[in-house]
């Protein structure tokens, strides 16, 4: 390792030893968020539009880990720079650390649940061992010293700004030629030793600090059973018989008409959902609302409860995409939840137009208010497949509301309603996608996929389609290109707010097939076969597929 890779060396090992700190403090105690992840998270929700779109249109739920891991990369790298750097000049780096922990803190207070006192100090004294570490390392093995000329030679290029700070590098030079002169120089093998001895030991604390704030391992939390209602009985909770077998058909391939917890899409901006102390958690109802109140979550399981089938989609899914997914949720109907503040369909105004749900951690989704009001199955949902609501799909509380797409609706962790007029954006309106979301009718082909080769005779050709809140009506699917259209079977709907099975059982003979769906929805119209992305407004297009008939 020649001078400025192991000076590279040892600043990354100052940001591992300074990340491993951090973590296991926020391991310890959650009130000091994760600082890489705080940083992460700002790059999302920073980057107008650009990043934040095109991750979730490209990467699908991928985008978190390759955030992280870039992230994570990027401040080694920096520190590693900054290592080189301090070669030449120690103040420089010092002042990029000094940057470094702005931004840290920067990130860390923008956080929505946080301890402000430890988390400064978790920062700052992070930062300080990461940079005296590294500034040792450098110093123990004499990396300065060994062309004190060139270190002579730039201070012109070291200095910041003013005379006076132009003087403290070429001092700090002098001192570590004097330092240097005393001849302490760690030989290429102890700093190796130490370096990486150092590495592990920030790494084994950040794994630690993973470990014990539970990252990652969120999904698998088991939710438990929802306890409705206190004093209403049961003539208050209305509750849905078991769906009926004939709205399911059973092909090999085919999505279950009800999707499970753990396979359902997941669509968010936060790199770690919060966790929610539902005994402390309300809902606030305000803004141009007549009577704003605030509900616990025990008002609401004491409220007229019931259970809806709703499929809900996100907008950013591909044509034959995974972003869908359907569920019996549990909750009260937004309407009653807007009636006890005072609201009615009829007195909505030009200042209560608009719906906004807001989340804990600050995401917003909008909409018009007199969707909740219209008789749709809005739900201030908390149940979800006959459990709680899981942590990742918005415990406690959340929004589902069928037939508009979920980023403009369905907002997690939800915390507080607010009616307020069009004028407002929500999140993901102030990063390009368009305002109102009105879910666009699909169909998916899933139980033959692109570039199978079947045997010749007979194939079924199934999938679900959807349309909610106006329901399937007829499904269709080509197996020469579009040439001709073979109606499907469809099972029985569900509820017009949930996709639809179908299945068309294809006669194949030898060759190569290009196979298309598409779908008609309870009023008449059938899906447009123009393919578009998925932003600004959702994806259209007929799910097409090849395959090779043996
Ligand atoms: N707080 C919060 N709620 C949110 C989002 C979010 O990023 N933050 N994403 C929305 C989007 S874009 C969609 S498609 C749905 C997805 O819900 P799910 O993850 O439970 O499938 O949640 C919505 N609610
Ligand atoms: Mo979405």
Known sequence: MNRKMRAFAAGAVGAILAFGLAELVHGIYDLVPSVFLAIAQRIIELTPGGFATQAIETLGTADIPVLIASTVVGSLVVAGLLGVLSLRSRLAALLGVVGLGAIALVAAFTEPFIAPIPAILTILGALGLGAWFADYLVRMSDLRAETPAKGEAAPAQDAPGAGETRDAPIM???????????????????????????????????????????????????????????????????????????????????????????????????????????????????????????????????????????????????????????????????????????????????????????????WTGGFKTEIALDGRDALVAFGMNDSELPVKHGYPVRLVVPGIYGYVSATKWLTEIELTDWDYDAYWIQRTWTKEGPVKTQSRIDTVKDGDRPQAGRIPIGGVAWAPHKGIDKVEVSTDDGETWNEARLAAQLDPDTWRQYVYDWDAEPGEHTIKVRATDGEGETQTEEPTPPHPSGATGYHTIRVTVA
């Not at 004093?231 to 279950?256: F, N, Q, R, W, Y």
């Not at 539902?278 to 803004?287: A, E, H, M, S, T």
């Open 172 to 362: 700090n030079v002098r001192h570590r030629e004097a330092h240097s002169t005393r001849g302490i120089a760690v030989p290429r093998k102890n700093f190796l030793a130490l370096g990486g001895a150092a590495a592990v030991v920030g790494l084994t604390a950040a794994g630690t600090g993973r470990a014990l704030s539970g990252g990652g391992g969120e999904e698998t939390a088991a939710a438990g059973p929802i306890q409705v209602g206190g004093k209403g009985g049961a003539a208050l909770h209305e509750t849905l018989p078991p769906p009926p077998a004939a709205a399911s058909i059973d092909v090999p391939g085919m999505p279950p008409l009800m999707t499970p917890n753990d396979e359902f899409y997941l669509i968010d901006t936060v790199l770690s959902s919060p966790r929610i102390n539902v005994d402390r958690w309300k809902l606030n109802v305000k803004g141009a609302v007549e009577n704003p109140v605030s509900f616990t979550y025990k008002d609401l399981l004491d409220m007229p409860t019931r259970e809806s089938d709703v499929t809900l989609s996100c907008v950013s899914n591909e044509v034959g995409g995974g972003l869908v997914s359907n569920a019996r949720w549990t909750g009260v109907l937004l309407s009653d939840v807007l009636k006890e503040a005072g609201v009615s369909r009829e007195n909505i105004g030009r200042a209560s137009e608009q719906l906004i749900g807001r989340s804990a951690d600050g």
